[in-house]
């Protein structure tokens, strides 16, 4: 009788360090992934979106449209000022930005949050990236192109279509293939 209860207070002890472990390797998944967790698909941006239709300051002063992307391959990424992977993403992004520049294409990054412009983010997106687009908080340009979650990116071919998309540091890395 003894050994029954000494290895059901043994299964019990083993349960709760378990649990304690999960808990903790949950918290950390959401410290590097950002504040949320998005599930499969989450961009928000469809394959068969299209650029939609504005016009914005960029941060070198001139004013960008969607025509500024058509005619040619454009990568576009979301970041947030929130979203800690957003730092890691930005190595990520400028090395894809730099393969699409050297074939023709151009890079635009949208960066949301209550004075963008003037953080260490958005400076390194300049060094990376052909364009660069501060937002305030309530987002709205990320929102008219779908972008949920950050870091999202999305691919448009020539015509202005989604020909990829996706979210997070690891879709970057597996899934931002240029064509």
């Known amino acids: ?17 378990n649990l304690a472990l999960l808990l903790v390797m949950l918290r950390r998944w959401r410290e590097l992934e950002g504040a949320e967790l998005p599930s ?7 394959i068969i979106d299209r650029i939609p239709s504005f016009s914005a300051p960029a941060l070198d002063g ?9 005619g040619r391959e454009s990568l576009v990424g979301f970041f947030s000022l929130t979203c800690k992977a957003c730092v890691t993403a930005v190595p990520v992004f400028a090395e894809h930005a730099e393969r699409l520049r050297a074939t023709g294409g151009t890079s635009l990054a949208i960066v949301h949050g209550d004075g963008a412009a003037k953080t ?3 400076a390194k997106l300049r060094d990376a990236m052909d364009i660069v687009i501060a937002e305030d908080a309530k987002a709205e340009l990320s929102q008219r192109f779908g972008a949920k979650h950050y870091p999202t990116y999305a ?15 690891a879709a970057l890395r597996t899934e931002l293939v240029p064509t």
């Open 155 to 169: 691919w448009y071919d020539a015509t202005g279509t989604v020909t990829s998309a996706g979210v997070g540091v």
């Open 120 to 122: 260490d983010l958005a």
């Open 40 to 46: 499969a698909g989450a961009a928000g941006v469809r």
């Open 62 to 70: 001139g004013t960008v449209t969607e025509r500024s992307l058509l």
């Open 1 to 17: 009788m003894i050994f029954a209860v000494v290895a059901l207070v043994l299964v019990g002890v083993v349960g709760v360090l």
